[in-house]
T-cell receptor
Framework: NAGVTQTPKFQVLKTGQSMTLQCAQD?????MSWYRQDPGMGLRLIHY???????DQGEVPNGYNVSRSTTEDFPLRLLSAAPSQTSVYFC???????????????FGEGSRLTVL | AQSVTQLDSHVSVSEGTPVLLRCNYS??????LFWYVQHPNKGLQLLLK??????LVKGINGFEAEFKKSETSFHLTKPSAHMSDAAEYFC????????????FGRGTSLIVHP
């Protein structure tokens, strides 16, 4: 009964390095998304996907890349890390409910990233 | 377009007293509304949701919220606060027939004093 699994939980990078945050869900949800959480800012949407092969930008996409080759996986890539990307990152998945809207979001435990 | 405003960034209560966390929303379509809770260093967990059924929604841990269309509000309440309720609370709106992408409020930090 895994739900949404994110790895790694903690990561320290140097400016300019690249890395990938992994996200996998086992609920066959078509909707997946990545958020970053910063103090006083709530959760801000980075990228999202409404199905395999379909991705789109959210509110704060710059410096991040995503792909969705399977329903289960939605990795987030930091192309060239910057100190401004120090944050806690959450992956979430959801489904379309019977009303045609979004059902509740199921969240991973988060990945805490520090960029020096 | 949709938006959500949580009217208080911090709410402080004493244990055993009522809790009120305020949320106003804006939506061009029929909204789905959610409250999530985040305990320190944890992920977010669903407290309750409104999806055009009963306007008074009951959630986990004794929380409930009332959808008031005329006031565009979805305030979260609990009759008696417990120390374990201390956490960050997020109000979220998504549109039925709209953008499909949930919009988060900035969060309300609930502080519970002994």
């Amino acid at each position: 009964n895994a739900g949404v699994t994110q790895t790694p939980k903690f990561q320290v990078l140097k400016t300019g390095q690249s890395m990938t945050l992994q996200c996998a869900q086992d609920m066959n949800h078509e909707y997946m998304s990545w958020y970053r959480q910063d103090p006083g800012m709530g959760l801000r949407l980075i990228h999202y996907s409404v199905g395999a092969g379909i991705t789109d930008q959210g509110e704060v996409p710059n410096g991040y890349n995503v792909s969705r080759s399977t329903t289960e996986d939605f990795p987030l890539r930091l192309l060239s890390a910057a100190p401004s990307q120090t944050s806690v990152y959450f992956c979430a998945s959801s489904y379309s409910d019977l009303t045609g809207g979004t059902g509740e979001l199921f969240f991973g435990e988060g990945s805490r990233l520090t960029v020096l | 377009a949709q938006s959500v405003t949580q009217l208080d960034s911090h709410v402080s209560v004493s244990e055993g007293t009522p809790v009120l966390l305020r949320c106003n929303y804006s939506s061009s379509y029929s909204p789905s509304l959610f409250w999530y809770v985040q305990h320190p260093n944890k992920g977010l967990q669903l407290l309750l949701k409104y999806t055009s059924a009963a306007t008074l929604v009951k959630g986990i841990n004794g929380f409930e919220a009332e959808f008031k269309k005329s006031e565009t509000s979805f305030h979260l309440t609990k009759p008696s606060a417990h120390m374990s309720d201390a956490a960050e609370y997020f109000c979220v709106v998504s549109e039925i027939g709209g953008s499909y992408i949930p919009t988060f409020g900035r969060g309300t930090s609930l502080i519970v004093h002994p």
